[in-house]
Nanobody, 115 residues
Framework: QVQLVESGGGSVQAGGSLRLSCVAS????????MGWYRQASGKQRELVAT???????IIGDSVKGRSTISRDNNKYTVYLQMNSLKPEDTAVYYC?????????WGQGTLVTVSS
């Protein structure tokens, strides 16, 4: 199995920035995708951004132009840099790992953006 440990959440004022990190450990496949989803109170979980081990990125419309996803394959770590944060970005952010065999979710990290 794979375990995910997230970090970097917190509180920030509108217009600020945050960087989320997620470290994977365990039986990591060389072919995988890692990324971030978020779930605001009362809403469905939605894609923020994902990146494959080959570097292919998908960025969600809600953060496009404000966020960058990257990864360090040697450290099994994915990063989400979020800039120009808005109150509507407030949510629990979940790291996700997907391979051909299975998918795993992290425990979530709360991001709160105040106006």
């Amino acid at each position: 199995q794979v375990q995910l440990v997230e970090s970097g959440g917190g509180s920030v004022q509108a217009g600020g920035s945050l960087r989320l990190s997620c470290v994977a450990s365990g039986s990591i496949s060389s072919d995988n995708a890692m990324g971030w989803y978020r779930q605001a109170s009362g809403k469905q979980r939605e894609l923020v951004a994902t990146i494959t081990s080959g570097g292919v990125r998908i960025i969600g419309d809600s953060v496009k132009g404000r966020s960058t996803i990257s990864r360090d394959n040697n450290k099994y770590t994915v990063y989400l840099q979020m800039n120009s944060l808005k109150p509507e970005d407030t949510a629990v952010y979940y790291c996700n790992y997907e391979s051909l065999r299975f998918g795993v979710w992290g425990q979530g990290t709360l991001v709160t953006v105040s106006s």
